[in-house]
Each structure stands twice: as structure tokens, then as C-alpha cells.
């Protein structure tokens, strides 16, 4: 069912059970008895008056037809599933009519069931599966909705890429305050710089450990050849 991209993963279980039970009931009902068709009948027209000009057997054919045509609704993927919702959600609401208005089916100034009334009280669960499909997100909007989250969330992002250019412009001198910044810079720079010239035997003065060596600490830089 969920193959068809119109039936999601959680409503399956729904449209699956109450379709095949509703489908059930229909057929069961498309054969039935007259007393059957009598009992069936006289429960309804107590709630709808209007039945009373339907005579008992064609009353039940046409419930069972209902319900078969509701049943296969339901199994059905091709059928979007907040028309079929829709359609469970009317069928139930009218049992739970007949529910609330038939007597002896509920306990006086309750809406709790009779012993003879649990089985039609159960209906309510009908009505509350057809509500929740009938409710149930279309997917267009879903993808609207995801679409517009999508375009917020790139603002979003791109919005902090330019706080982060921003930042980089400051930190490489761009802003006044971050003098400090580039002659600590600097200092080390300078330091890296005459460590390294320190590894190679060259003083600060330019000359080596190995001419010092030779003419002493004291000898003169103007008196060295290598200076002229």
C-alpha cells in the first residue's frame, strides 16, 4: 500500500484493518436473514425516522453495499487517504448515533455500554481511526512545509558564512582593535627569525662562533677582513 507514495507507513494498519473488517461485515450482511435485516433496521430507524419508508431487507442491501464500497475504499491505495477518512469518519459517527439514541444499549445518565451495547460502543474506535486518517497531513503540504524549513536553514548558513568573513577580515588587520594582535605577531616573527639565524653560528653582529673563536671577544668588528 505504501508503494504508490499515497499511503504513509503509520496509516497502513488503519486503512488495513478497518478495511478489511468493514469489507467483511458487508458481505456477511449482503446475504443476511430477515431477522437480521429486521433487528438492523428497527435500531436505525429509531435514530434516522426517514428509514422507516425503507422496508427491512432493502435497508440491509444497501448497508452492506455501503460497507463494502467503504471496505474497499479503505484497502485500496489508489484512494487518498483523507477521503477515505473522511468516509470511515461519516459511517462511524452514524453507528455512534444509533449507539447514543437506542435504549437499552447505554446505562442511564452515562455514555458508558450496557452489556447489550459493548459491541456497538466498540464502533467508537471507527470513528477515532477515520478522524486521525481525515486529519492526517496532505502530502503536498508535508513538502511545502520541508521546503520552507530547507530554505530557512541555507539563509541560515549563509548568513553565518558572512559573520565568518567578517570575523577573518578583523582578525587579518582589518579592524583597528586588533593592532596588539599583529605586533605580537611581528615580535614572534622576529624571534622565529633569530633562532634560526642563532642555529646557523651567526650572531646578531654577523659574525660566526668560529671567527670569534679564533680572534677573541674582544677583536674588533673593523679590523676583520671579512667586514671590508
Not at 58 to 87: D, S, Y
Not at 167 to 174: V, Y
Request: net charge positive; charged share 20%.
Amino acid at each position: 500500500m505504501s508503494g504508490c507514495g499515497k499511503v504513509k507507513a503509520w496509516q497502513v494498519p488503519l486503512r488495513l484493518v478497518t478495511g478489511a473488517f468493514i469489507l467483511h461485515s458487508g458481505m456477511e450482511k449482503w446475504d443476511g436473514p430477515d431477522e437480521q435485516a429486521q433487528g438492523v433496521h428497527g435500531m436505525a430507524r429509531q435514530t434516522f425516522p426517514f428509514l422507516e419508508n425503507i422496508d427491512a431487507p432493502r435497508f440491509l442491501k444497501l448497508l452492506a453495499a455501503g460497507e463494502i464500497a467503504l471496505g474497499a475504499a479503505l484497502l485500496t491505495p489508489m484512494v487518498p487517504t483523507r477521503l477515505a477518512g473522511a468516509a470511515l469518519t461519516g459511517f462511524a459517527g452514524s453507528l455512534m448515533a444509533v449507539y447514543a439514541q437506542t435504549p437499552g444499549l447505554r446505562k442511564e445518565g452515562s455514555v458508558w455500554p450496557t452489556p447489550d451495547g459493548i459491541g456497538v460502543s466498540k464502533d467508537s474506535w471507527l470513528l477515532a481511526i477515520g478522524l486521525a486518517l481525515t486529519l492526517s497531513p496532505h502530502q503536498k503540504h508535508h513538502k511545502h512545509v520541508k521546503h520552507i524549513k530547507h530554505v530557512k536553514h541555507v539563509k541560515h548558513a549563509k548568513g553565518h558564512g558572512g559573520c565568518h568573513k567578517h570575523h577573518c577580515h578583523h582578525e587579518q588587520g582589518g579592524h583597528p582593535g586588533h593592532h596588539g594582535h599583529l605586533k605580537q605577531a611581528k615580535l614572534v616573527a622576529r624571534e622565529a627569525k633569530e633562532a634560526k639565524r642563532l642555529a646557523k653560528g651567526v650572531s646578531p653582529d654577523g659574525h660566526s662562533h668560529h671567527h670569534a673563536h679564533r680572534h677573541g671577544p674582544g677583536h674588533a668588528r673593523k679590523g676583520c677582513p671579512a667586514h671590508h
